[in-house]
């Protein structure tokens, strides 16, 4: 059994709960069966779990469904985590499969609206009198126009910070797509930024 050595304990709100090595730390304790790191992984990557299936999910009232299905899941797998790609990557793997699994499933049934409406979803899942947080809507209103692919990639690389490599690896394609994708999603935003006079904060 790989025995991982254990971030301290963070307190409330440090940054440090999102490192990608202390989370692969705990989700690995996890496996273990250390309660305390289930706590402290769930914890870490539940908003970032949020906001990508708010990102891809057409039902605003499903998103915290659908981000509890991932945990669900992804702690009903954690005997098979190795530890080979980082927890987080991992974990919107598994998000990623939930969202189109609910997908399929949604298919199948009775449709009451055919709207789908990602941005309300994104919007109810952040915190919400912050600064930025207009400049926050104005990104959500811009990305809506880009291709569904090109939106994925510049969210899992620009807003939730995953490497390329483990972008590639929750999208299921080449590095190289990714950077495309990205490269290509950048071009659109400061084309569409450009012509709108929107406040330069999207950059981030």
Not at 85 to 97: G, K
């Amino acid at each position: 059994m790989i025995t991982p050595a254990l971030p301290t304990s963070p307190d409330e709100g440090d940054s440090s709960v999102s490192d990608d090595a202390s989370t692969t730390a705990w989700a690995l304790a996890a496996r273990g069966g250390d309660t305390a790191a289930v706590e402290r992984f769930v914890r870490a990557l539940h908003r970032d779990v949020l906001r990508y299936v708010a990102h891809l999910c057409g039902d605003p009232q499903a998103v915290e469904d659908l981000a509890q299905d991932t945990f669900l899941r992804a702690l009903g797998s954690l005997h098979r985590f190795e530890g080979r790609s980082s927890a987080r990557a991992w974990l919107l793997s598994i998000a990623r499969r939930a969202v189109i699994d609910s997908h399929r499933y949604a298919a199948a049934r009775p449709r009451l609206s055919d709207t789908a409406d990602w941005r309300l979803a994104v919007e109810l899942a952040q915190p919400q009198g912050l600064p930025g947080f207009d400049d926050g809507i104005v990104l959500l209103d811009l990305l809506s126009s880009l291709p569904d692919e090109r939106r994925e990639a510049f969210i899992l690389t620009q807003l939730l910070g995953l490497p390329y490599a483990e972008a590639a690896e929750v999208s299921h394609c080449p590095v190289g797509t990714v950077r495309s994708r990205v490269a290509r999603a950048r071009a659109t935003l400061m084309d569409r930024l450009s012509d709108t006079d929107e406040p330069a904060a999207v950059a981030a």
